[in-house]
T-cell receptor, first 109, second 114 residues
Framework: QQQVKQSPQSLIVQKGGISIINCAYE??????FPWYQQFPGKGPALLIA?????SEKKEGRFTISFNKSAKQFSLHIMDSQPGDSATYFC??????????FGTGTSLTV | GAGVSQSPSNKVTEKGKDVELRCDPI?????LYWYRQSLGQGLEFLIY????????KSGLPSDRFSAERTGGSVSTLTIQRTQQEDSAVYLC????????????FGSGTQLSVL
């Protein structure tokens, strides 16, 4: 059973456009929601993360929007650049630091 | 080293052989995770070590898979009697224990079972 559902599976965005990736979860025990970025041949790297008591977090061109009541969160990449082309994984963690990852989104800019 | 180190980076083996994959976590990181990533797939949790606590083995797909962590540092993932469906990238990650755990991943071991 997939604890975190991620969509879309792949995404093509024009340079300068906005990339949006969505995730949903069911387990209300999750207390931390990170996004990881993975380039080919490399391991995933932490991009940005949010706690559930915050509705939005912005770091440069990357923003997480979090909707606690809907149990959904999303990653927005503003002014998308070719260097942003990668696979993005959302995740949710428990207080015991167990991580559950989405299935990933392949972004092409 | 500064990051999580995994070896070998690539491993080709024949069906039925045993393989060992090694992970050197970041020094001082008490938590260590193993994940499996199949082509075009997400990250499948395998096993989680936290300090001296009993590991969470709930993600191991069969009894052919096992892992150990010696001295709270280096970890070895062993796959016995490898099958073609075991072909994947095996990723190791480590983190400090704390209220907000941040995973640091290695570059993975690409395992190919012929």
């Amino acid at each position: 059973q997939q604890q975190v559902k991620q969509s879309p599976q792949s995404l093509i965005v024009q340079k300068g456009g906005i990339s949006i990736i969505n995730c949903a979860y069911e387990n209300t025990a999750f207390d931390y929601f990170p996004w990881y970025q993975q380039f080919p041949g490399k391991g995933p790297a932490l991009l940005i993360a949010i706690r559930p008591d915050v509705s939005e977090k912005k770091e440069g061109r990357f923003t997480i929007s979090f909707n606690k009541s809907a149990k959904q969160f999303s990653l927005h990449i503003m002014d998308s650049q070719p260097g942003d082309s990668a696979t993005y994984f959302c995740a949710a963690t428990t207080p015991g630091n167990q991580f559950y990852f989405g299935t990933g989104t392949s972004l092409t800019v | 080293g500064a990051g999580v180190s995994q070896s070998p980076s690539n491993k080709v083996t024949e069906k039925g052989k045993d393989v060992e994959l090694r992970c050197d976590p970041i020094s001082g990181h008490t938590a260590l995770y193993w994940y499996r990533q199949s082509l075009g797939q997400g990250l499948e949790f395998l096993i989680y070590f936290q300090g001296n606590s009993a590991p969470d083995k709930s993600g191991l797909p069969s009894d052919r898979f096992s892992a150990e962590r010696t001295g709270g540092s280096v970890s070895t993932l062993t796959i016995q009697r490898t099958q073609q469906e075991d072909s994947a990238v095996y990723l190791c990650a480590s983190s400090l224990k704390g209220p907000i755990a941040k995973l640091f991943f290695g570059s993975g071991t690409q395992l190919s079972v012929l």
